[in-house]
């Protein structure tokens, strides 16, 4: 969404980064949004509607081109163990595998893949921010399309207990408390 883009692009100005590379990745769809005969054949009740197949193997496949273009030794992701039990492909067995075939596609040049975060929960992720002085009232977890968090949507209501379960100020300006 443009919001997140917006976010991305001031947190970059901020960040020691050469160049921020934007990709194109609109043709990816949540299964939500495949043809009513896949979901009929392939999905189950408890499918996530949010889930976009090969997702994360896009992304990192494409992250491993430009850093190898760079000469980059690695490129990292920000899940967190909160993903590990609803996104399949961000987990240490996805990520060794993923090694394996970016090892495979570029003998000439391994490209590593970091999930830093992996092993903390987003509380303790936002703590680490702080510690840190990450810009962290530069970021955006809203699914609308407000010029400002709605304050209602899965994205607002996690973000909105992170920061009390952390025991931190949640200095984001919402339409709606």
Same mark, same amino acid.
């Given at each position: 969404n443009d919001r997140e883009l917006e976010a991305v692009k001031r947190i970059t100005s901020q960040a020691v980064c050469s160049e921020l590379r934007i990709v194109?990745?609109?043709?990816?769809?949540e299964v939500v949004d495949f043809p009513e005969a896949f979901k009929q054949r392939r999905l189950t009740q408890e499918t996530p509607s949010v889930i976009i197949p090969f997702?994360?193997?896009?992304?990192?496949?494409i992250a491993a081109h430009i850093a190898?273009?760079?000469?980059?030794?690695?490129?990292?992701g920000g899940h967190?163990?909160?993903? /590990?039990?609803?996104?399949?492909? $961000?987990?240490? !067995?996805?990520v060794d595998m993923?090694?394996?075939?970016l090892k495979i596609s570029a003998p000439f040049g391994c490209v590593?893949?970091?999930?830093? /975060?992996?092993?903390?929960?987003? $509380?303790?992720? !936002?703590?680490?921010g702080v510690k840190l002085n990450a810009p962290l009232s530069l970021t955006w977890s809203c699914w609308s399309v407000l010029d400002k968090h709605c304050g209602k949507c899965p994205g607002c209501l996690s973000r909105k207990a992170v920061f009390a379960n952390a025991g931190l100020v949640d200095g984001t300006e919402y339409a709606e408390a």
């Open positions: 194109d990745t609109s043709f990816l769809r997702r994360n193997i896009i992304f990192y496949s190898l273009y760079e000469e980059a030794d690695n490129v990292a967190t163990s909160e993903d /590990l039990s609803r996104i399949p492909d $961000v987990g240490p !067995v996805f993923l090694e394996n075939i590593r893949v970091l999930t830093p /975060l992996i092993g903390m929960n987003k $509380v303790e992720v !936002v703590k680490l």
